[in-house]
T-cell receptor, first 115, second 115 residues
Framework: GAVVSQHPSWVICKSGTSVKIECRSL??????MFWYRQFPKQSLMLMAT?????????EQGVEKDKFLINHASLTLSTLTVTSAHPEDSSFYIC???????????FGPGTRLTVT | AQSVTQLGSHVSVSEGALVLLRCNYS??????LFWYVQYPNQGLQLLLK??????LVKGINGFEAEFKKSETSFHLTKPSAHMSDAAEYFC?????????????FGQGTRLTINP
């Protein structure tokens, strides 16, 4: 079946540094990918919709200059957390829209810890 | 605006007992509904989805859900719980079959299976 991968699976960084998370669709082309944030024991919150070849669409309250999204190819979207702070520590999950179908395939998530 | 409410943040059942996880939705148009399962530190796996074809939807791992328009519900059931069913379950709604297909998630229900 279709698989979405994320890299890295976990990362620890110092406050003030930037971190890039990759999301790849492994056996299909994903024109639309999504980035979610999940705090412990909470639901997923959609951060932005990433469209190949165009600017991402951010949800209300999400800082586009802090969470940079690039979707340069049909199989790769990246989320860069710039100038990370401890409050950015969270579980970040990406997904890809199922081609010609309903729903999304989800990646395994990336746990970010900012010290 | 669409929304999803999952009644009960935590459900505990005995192994072999019926599993019932409740989900109610709010949507201004006929919705598309999904149930996802999340194991610790992992992404989401699709259990099943309702796409208006049949009101009773069968999914993986013995789960099924019934769409009831009059009750705006999409409850998830499994006749006999297994220890491996212990996980977090999310109900989600999407209002579009085309375009971005953004998902709105419920708060999640943690299912615990007692031996």
């Amino acid at each position: 079946g279709a698989v979405v991968s994320q890299h890295p699976s976990w990362v620890i960084c110092k406050s003030g540094t930037s971190v890039k998370i990759e999301c790849r669709s492994l056996d299909f082309q994903a024109t639309t990918m999504f980035w979610y944030r999940q705090f412990p024991k909470q639901s997923l919150m959609l951060m932005a919709t990433s469209n190949e070849g165009s600017k991402a669409t951010y949800e209300q309250g999400v800082e586009k200059d802090k969470f940079l999204i690039n979707h340069a190819s049909l199989t790769l979207s990246t989320l860069t957390v710039t100038s990370a702070h401890p409050e950015d520590s969270s579980f970040y999950i990406c997904s890809a829209r199922i081609p010609a179908g309903l729903g999304q395939y989800f990646g395994p998530g990336t746990r970010l810890t900012v010290t | 605006a669409q929304s999803v409410t999952q009644l009960g943040s935590h459900v505990s059942v005995s192994e072999g007992a019926l599993v019932l996880l409740r989900c109610n939705y709010s949507s201004s148009v006929p919705p598309y509904l999904f149930w996802y399962v999340q194991y610790p530190n992992q992404g989401l796996q699709l259990l099943l989805k309702y796409t208006s074809a049949a009101t009773l939807v069968k999914g993986i791992n013995g789960f099924e859900a019934e769409f009831k328009k009059s009750e705006t519900s999409f409850h998830l059931t499994k006749p006999s719980a297994h220890m491996s069913d212990a996980a977090e379950y999310f109900c989600a709604v999407s209002e579009t079959a085309a375009g971005a297909q953004k998902l709105v998630f419920g708060q999640g229900t943690r299912l615990t299976i007692n031996p």
